[in-house]
């Protein structure tokens, strides 16, 4: 388990509870503090050896498999569902490649026993970021049809439903099964839907800057100046949005490029090798993540507007 407390795990093991609340029955049967002091040496001991030995770091590590592999089966569950089919797919590929592999070093390569656990996470991110190019297909789109006023012939979900944060740093959200396709983000369709949305901000904003430079009521002014600055700030969320989506299409096709590589190579490679690449891959993966993390106030700010929005509606 990730920086797991290895006295504070072994303390709370059931069959230690048990003794030491034996112990203290017994005195308190005898009325005699010899049972209670032979549990304290019997848990000195105990805590001394039990928490480090390897043994019980065996038990850890098999409860932290059991524990992950229920997390990883709850997500793919939660989430899979949520993609467009095309995601689905190359996801299920994923999952194939990754058994194939499995299946290729199952002769006794012991190296290989780090690299399971490695693949396991980079499928996890696989879906992440799946999931958030959905998620930022599906807002950029409906802002376009918005600030444009020309809706797409596919019916898309409400804004506030694109960003339904779970409270988590992923923000993964869990709307009904995906069954429409969605545009490609390299789809130059999408870059034009992306461009005609920014050119009507920057139009937009030239039209107020030209109202303020007229206007003389300080009311109205501050009204013109509150009214730019929003602009601005939905066309830098807009480029943030529409760069990172350029990011995300890219860093899923270079996971699916990793796990084809070393399918192809996993016997003509060295061990290390091959764990090298898994985890200059991992690097990467890290680095799209903290960029999605910095993202996250933007689209909690864009979820708690158009919650308000609605409400008024």
Aim: charged share 25%.
């Amino acid at each position: 388990m990730p920086n797991v407390n290895r006295y504070r795990e072994a303390f709370k093991e059931k069959y230690n509870m048990i003794g030491m609340a034996g112990f203290a029955a017994a005195s308190l049967a005898t009325l005699s503090p010899i049972p209670l002091l032979v549990g304290v040496v019997a848990e000195a001991a105990y805590m001394l050896f039990w928490p480090d030995s390897s043994y019980y770091s065996r038990i850890l590590k098999l409860r932290e498999g059991a524990e992950l592999l229920k997390q990883r089966q709850k997500m793919r569950a939660d989430v899979l569902p949520t993609l467009t089919p095309d995601l689905r797919a190359r996801y299920q590929r994923l999952e194939q490649m990754r058994e194939q592999i499995n299946a290729q070093t199952a002769e006794g390569q012991q190296w290989f026993s780090e690299a399971p656990r490695k693949f396991d996470y980079l499928l996890d991110k696989f879906l992440v970021f799946a999931t958030k190019q959905t998620q930022f297909t599906q807002y950029l789109i409906s802002v376009h049809d918005e600030v444009c006023g020309a809706p797409l012939p596919q019916p898309l979900p409400k804004r506030r439903d694109v960003f339904a944060l779970d409270g988590g740093k992923s923000g993964i959200s869990t709307p009904p099964v995906n069954t429409a396709p969605a545009l490609d983000p390299t789809d130059p369709k999408m870059q034009k839907l992306i461009d005609e949305t920014q050119q009507k901000y920057t139009r937009d904003q030239q039209e107020v800057t030209d109202q303020l430079a007229k206007e003389q009521d300080e009311s109205t002014k501050a009204v013109l100046m509150k009214r730019l600055e929003i602009l601005k700030r939905r066309a830098e969320f807009l480029t943030k949005i529409s760069k990172t989506l350029t990011n995300l299409s890219h860093q899923l096709q270079l996971l699916e490029d990793t796990f084809g590589l070393i399918n192809d190579e996993i016997r003509a490679r060295s061990p290390e090798q091959v764990l090298e690449d898994i985890d200059d891959v991992i690097t990467q993966t890290d680095t799209m993540t903290k960029v999605l993390d910095e993202l996250a106030p933007y689209e909690q700010m864009v979820n708690r507007i158009d919650n308000k929005s609605a409400q008024q509606l």
